[in-house]
């Protein structure tokens, strides 16, 4: 089996150009590079790796599921639709886990008619019988990897960094994941 160590060792940590689409449909454009966490319930990350902003989130999907699997046991993999691919769940499965992940209709008419359709059904059959879905209930928690992602920025400084190399950028917010995972963990003690 590879390991984490090989995978990530295919993954640029080099200074990129990042383009993202937003949730209002706006491009999002940055210099750099970025953080791929993986959080588990309370905002605790549990694993994160630095890579160069041109690299897609799904590059550093598995290696994420290793290493968080390594370290505590869990049995949802929650991914919105840049994750969707065949290798990335059945991944997730081989390691005991549910994958989770919003289907990506990749400009597909028909795809995106379907997804309509299936999301006004959900929504008629949740009117009806008053209650959610546990599926429903666990991708409602996907938002706590951007909660993270907010304290990183907001609450530990790392909202613009000015330094140079990959090694001094992820130095500075492995120190922010481990103020977040203090404060988290102080949190669930009081």
Avoid at 50 to 59: P, R
Avoid at 102 to 131: M, T
Wanted: aromatic share 8%; charged share 25%.
């Amino acid at each position: 089996m590879t390991t984490v160590d090989e995978m990530l060792n295919l993954v640029s940590t080099k200074c990129g150009i990042g383009v993202k689409q937003n949730s209002k449909g706006n491009r999002e454009v940055w210099i750099g590079g970025k953080l791929h966490i993986s959080a588990v319930d309370g905002d605790m990350p549990i694993s994160a790796f630095y890579s160069g902003a041109n690299v897609h989130d799904s590059s550093v999907a598995l290696p994420l599921i290793q290493e968080t699997s390594q370290r505590v046991n869990y049995l949802y993999d929650l991914q919105d639709a840049g994750y969707d691919a065949d290798i990335i769940r059945e991944f997730s499965i081989k390691y005991g886990h549910r994958p989770l992940i919003d289907i990506n209709p990749k400009n597909s008419k028909v795809l995106k008619e379907k997804i309509e359709l299936i999301k006004h059904e959900k929504e008629i059959f949740q009117e009806l019988n008053q209650h959610f879905t546990l599926d429903k209930e666990h991708c409602n928690q996907r938002s706590m990897v951007e909660r993270v992602n907010k304290y990183l920025k907001d609450d530990y400084g790392c909202d613009k960094l000015y330094y140079q190399g990959a090694t001094k950028v992820a130095s500075v917010l492995a120190f922010g994941i481990l103020a977040i995972c203090i404060h988290q963990s102080l949190k669930l003690v009081t």
